[in-house]
């Protein structure tokens, strides 16, 4: 099986294992924050947007496209998440986040994650494969020096970085 095939593909379960990853992602981060941050669903997905987070009071939101993997998987044993960003529904701007996450099946939790702005994520990332994707390829090593190292967070730091990026989004529309 190719690096490139969707990830879809590999299974059955797959899409039901990707929407349980979101519910995961809110229900962490809502936990987390004692309910400051909110977190909506998309009805349809078909604007590569599946997370849109909020905070209590503020009127800033935050879209994020989460692209999970699953522990069962070779690459995340061996250390690496790989996922696959379809160019034609990515839209680059300053209210949109890629989140890259590995998850624990045995445990129900987070491994580790990657929350990337998609305007870094555009200046990153290659040209898109034959199949029009964009690949993101990041080691979960703690000493790892990828290009990815710097939006690598743990489970308890993920909540946190979506709050400050919802700070950030709050003081850019208050100077706008």
């Given amino acids: 099986m190719s690096y490139d095939e969707d990830y879809q593909d590999k299974s059955p379960a797959a899409g039901r294992m990707g929407k349980a990853a979101e519910y995961l992602v809110a229900a962490a981060c809502i936990l987390a924050t004692g309910g400051e941050l909110n977190v909506s669903t998309s009805l349809v997905d078909d604007e590569g947007v599946d997370l849109v987070f ?37 839209q680059p ?18 491994m580790t994650a990657w929350l990337v702005p998609s305007d870094e994520f555009s200046k990153k990332v290659t040209e898109p494969n034959s199949k029009g994707r964009f690949r993101f390829s990041a080691s979960m090593k ?28 709050e003081q850019t529309n208050r100077t706008s």
């Fill in 142 to 169: 703690t000493k790892s020096k990828d290009q990815w190292v710097q939006f690598r967070l743990t489970n308890a730091e993920l909540p946190r970085r979506i709050l400050a990026r919802l700070a950030d989004l």
């Fill in 54 to 90: 909020h905070r209590r009071g503020s009127t800033a939101t935050l879209a994020v496209q989460v692209k999970a993997r699953m522990s069962t998987g070779v690459q995340v044993q061996q250390g690496r998440l790989m996922a696959f960003v379809r160019s034609q529904t990515f």
């Fill in 93 to 110: 701007r300053p209210d949109l986040d890629m989140l890259f996450l590995a998850v624990d099946v045995e445990c129900g939790a987070i």
